[in-house]
């Protein structure tokens, strides 16, 4: 009977440890995204490819990657950086500063941009070729004048929230797959965030490209590896 019982115990821990390793692996290893795992998409827009606002160096590769990852995914999530005219984060809001500085705002430290993405223009759309019929939800950030938001969660503030994380929760997403631009600021920004709010969280890595702003690319991997971030390719993911 002791024995008995503790040889279900057994299982059990064997079956429980089992049932809660995420990810869900696939024959040969490969990550298997499945009804409560979402990818999220990040500024994929004009702004931020060339031709745009505030070019980001290779932006339009992220393209196909983050087109044929969406074809592995029951739940596709879109966000735009989306500002308005004379926000905050424009170097262009304060006189005698230079885009790609820094100043200190009441919010803490903010790096200055070029004018970008401001809300309704063909700037601020999403780059013609991106695929993403599935995409449920588009979520816009930035909008607030004051406030900056690279963040797909939380603004600048580090206090106002977007709704992202309750709607995925709400919606029983447990693990996210961060894509898009710029990796080392907005695509960097959410997935600390989405792991801080609990979700399991991979950065598709060459499913991004960086700004690297005075090494801030290296920064946000470290960052990103010391709070759990996972840092995976999309070839990493099954049938991608
Ligand atoms: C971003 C700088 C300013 C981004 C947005 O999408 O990474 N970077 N606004
Ligand atoms: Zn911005």
């Not at 309704?120 to 759309?125: F, K, R, S, V």
């Not at 991106?130 to 603004?155: C, H, M, W």
């Not at 991004?208 to 470290?222: E, P, V, Y």
Request: aromatic share 8%.
């Amino acid at each position: 009977m002791t024995l008995h019982r503790r040889t279900l115990l057994r299982s059990t821990a064997t079956l429980g440890l089992a049932a809660l390793a995420p990810p869900l692996l696939a024959a040969g290893g490969k990550l298997r995204p499945g009804a409560s795992a979402a990818l999220i998409v990040v500024d994929v827009q004009n702004c931020f490819v060339d031709g745009g606002t505030l070019p980001v160096k290779g932006g339009a590769e992220v393209v196909p990657v983050i087109n044929r990852l969406a074809k592995a995914f029951r739940n596709v999530i879109v966000t735009q950086d989306w500002h308005t005219p004379g926000h905050a984060s424009f170097a262009s809001a304060h006189a005698g500063h230079k885009p790609f500085s820094s100043i200190r705002l009441p919010y803490g430290e903010q790096v200055l941009w070029p004018d970008h993405c401001v809300q309704g223009t063909p700037d601020a759309a999403l780059v013609e070729g991106l695929e993403l019929p599935t995409a449920q939800l588009i979520i816009r950030k930035g909008y607030n004048p004051g406030v900056d938001s690279y963040s797909a969660f939380q603004e600048a503030d580090r206090k106002t929230v977007t709704g992202l994380a309750g709607y995925l929760k709400a919606r029983g997403i447990k693990t996210v797959y961060v894509t898009g631009l710029a990796t080392d600021f907005c695509v960097a920004w959410s997935a600390l965030d989405a792991r801080a709010a609990g979700f399991e969280t991979y950065v598709v890595e060459d499913a991004t490209r960086a700004i690297d702003l005075n090494g801030s690319l290296a920064a946000a991997w470290k960052q990103m590896a010391a709070k759990g971030v996972r840092r995976i390719q999309s070839s990493d993911v099954e049938g991608v």
